[in-house]
Antibody, heavy 117, light 107 residues
């Protein structure tokens, strides 16, 4: 069945760029009606939708992060990626990737990213 | 942004109980609402999509209803595995937004 897994550094310094990759297995990332999304959850807090991408490259970002975020897709490797620039401590969170098709699912296991010097 | 407000924030119940969680949207979202269950330190799991459709593999004791601005998630005959945090999410308008969560605790 379709599975997603996040990968990337668990520690990022303030003002630097957070980079995560989501690898999709058990299915295709292209040629479907699904979007591929990123969601984050600061410790002890609720979920926040970051943005999503279609396999063609069309994106939409949460306006609260739009000036700092970029999502890209690599269909040949069945991956999509998140970059969040100029991070601060408030960007510390578990970052999830998920397929979007009438709701979000399945989800990756999540990647904890801590912003600290 | 469309604000999603869940109530209650915390709910105490016993195994076998029937519980209802409410989610209100700040504007009409038709039926573009999903419900998720999240257990500690795990990724959320999709339970219900388009307000009332049960995701494949989710037990039938879970059900969703509503449209417009008011929605409910009902769990019949609570099982020990159901004690978790539940979130609603609208996907009618950008940016997609979540409720603040409802923690379902054992009484």
């Amino acid at each position: 069945q379709l599975q997603l897994r996040e990968s990337g550094p668990g520690l990022v310094k303030p003002s630097e760029t957070l980079s995560l990759t989501c690898t999709v297995s058990g299915g295709s990332i292209s040629g479907s009606s699904s979007y591929w999304g990123w969601i984050r959850q600061p410790p002890g807090r609720a979920l926040e939708w970051i943005g999503h991408i279609f396999y063609s490259g069309n994106t939409y970002y949460n306006p609260s992060l739009r000036s700092r975020v970029a999502i890209s897709v690599d269909t040949s490797n069945r991956q999509f990626s998140l970059q969040l620039s100029s991070v601060t401590a408030t960007d510390t969170a578990v970052y999830y990737c998920a397929r979007e098709n009438n709701g979000l699912g399945p989800w990756g296991r999540g990647a904890l990213v801590t912003v600290s010097s | 942004d469309i604000q999603m407000t869940q109530s209650p924030s915390t709910l105490s119940a016993s195994v076998g109980d029937r519980v209802t969680i409410t989610c209100r949207a700040s504007q009409n979202i038709n039926s573009w609402l999903a419900w998720y269950q999240q257990k500690s330190a795990k990724a959320p799991n999709l339970l219900i999509y388009k307000a009332s459709n049960l995701e494949t593999g989710v037990p039938s004791r879970f059900s969703g209803s509503g449209s417009g601005t008011e929605f409910t998630l009902t769990i019949n005959s609570l099982q020990p595995d159901d004690f978790a945090t539940y979130y609603c999410q609208q996907y009618y308008g950008y940016p997609y937004t979540f409720g603040q969560g409802t923690k379902l605790e054992i009484k």
